[in-house]
């Protein structure tokens, strides 16, 4: 029997809510995060790696698989491929003018995003949230942060247990009158910042239909498909009255930390006796493509 990825749950979810823009957000959550084969043209070297590009109506497309065995299918030949990150995979071609193709013609799941898309999800990806400059003058309870937006940081906060000690969130307002949603880490392990950043800039993006549109992408195998609206490079988008995600990290020991979490709502981290830091999305492995901070190039 062939089997059904997650990748596959998603896009069938997408499918049959077009007009749902959280089935479509969910869908690119999901190839963000899976692990996926990218088709080359030749052994990855020292120097970058050179994806096998399709012509499509003028339109270049490099082609990802979420199993090897569909790989296999398509190729029916030994290829050189790599494994990366879905992210990864996006970072990589943003900027060139080349689309994605997805499991094109081995699975439901078959579907092409469009260059523009590529790039409009790496943007959102980069920088869907604000590093925090200055401390808070003032600390509220955050009862208007969105609902989604609050599961979508517990669901990627779960996932970075042993990172980090605390997470709370709280609305605050700065010297300047401005006001924002603070998710306040505490006590973070030296050198998780990066990965933790990119958790909650996924879980920004993937958590704001209500944000400017992306471009569409291409006609998929199941028909016309689009990025969605998600996010926006320089704000959280739909987080409230507070207006923005701000993202701070603090020291337990800081005073502040207590008036945070007094006000803010905890965001529980998993145990991470139970998750393992190689079992991890929000720790990539270390092989070539899997790290978010050392994408692979193109050659």
């Given at each position: 029997m062939t089997e059904t990825t997650p990748l596959d749950i998603a896009?069938?979810?997408m499918q049959a809510n077009e007009t749902d823009p959280r089935a479509r957000l969910k869908f690119y959550q999901r190839l963000a995060e899976s692990e996926l084969f990218l088709l080359l043209?030749?052994?990855a070297g020292a120097d970058g790696v050179s994806p096998e590009l399709f012509p499509l109506e003028g339109v270049p497309y490099a082609l990802v698989f979420d199993r090897e065995e569909r790989l296999a299918d398509f190729a029916r030949r030994t290829v050189a491929h790599l494994a990366l990150s879905g992210r990864a995979a996006i970072g990589l071609l943003a900027g060139e003018g080349i689309g994605l193709g997805v499991n094109p013609g081995v699975a439901a799941?078959?579907?092409?995003?469009?260059?523009?898309?590529?790039?409009?999800?790496?943007?959102?990806?980069?920088?869907?949230?604000?590093?925090a400059r200055e401390r808070p003058l003032e600390i509220a309870p955050a009862f208007?942060?969105?609902?989604?937006?609050l599961a979508a940081l517990a669901e990627k906060l779960a996932l970075a247990?042993?990172?980090?000690?605390?997470?709370?969130?709280?609305?605050?307002?700065?010297?300047?009158?401005?006001?924002?949603?603070?998710?306040?880490?505490?006590d973070a392990r030296p050198g998780a910042e990066?990965?933790?950043?990119?958790?909650?800039s996924e879980a920004v993006v993937f958590a704001a239909p209500d944000s400017p549109d992306s471009p569409d992408s291409a006609d998929s195998a199941g028909g016309t498909d689009g990025a969605g609206g998600a996010g926006n490079a320089d704000s959280a988008g739909g987080t409230g009255a507070a207006g923005s995600l701000d993202l701070a990290f603090f020291c337990g020991e800081d005073g502040i930390v207590r008036h945070i979490e007094r006000a803010g709502i905890r965001i529980a981290l998993a145990d991470p006796a139970r998750n393992a830091p190689e079992n991890r999305?929000?720790?990539?492995?270390?092989?070539?493509?899997?790290?978010?901070?050392?994408?692979p190039r193109i050659r």
């Open positions: 896009h069938a979810a043209e030749k052994e799941s078959s579907i092409l995003i469009a260059p523009d898309a590529v790039d409009w999800l790496a943007s959102a990806l980069a920088g869907a949230v604000h590093e208007d942060l969105p609902e989604p937006l247990g042993g990172l980090a000690r605390a997470a709370w969130v709280a609305n605050v307002t700065y010297a300047n009158g401005t006001r924002a949603t603070l998710l306040a880490i505490v990066g990965a933790i950043r990119q958790a909650v999305e929000a720790q990539q492995p270390a092989g070539p493509g899997m790290d978010p901070a050392r994408p």
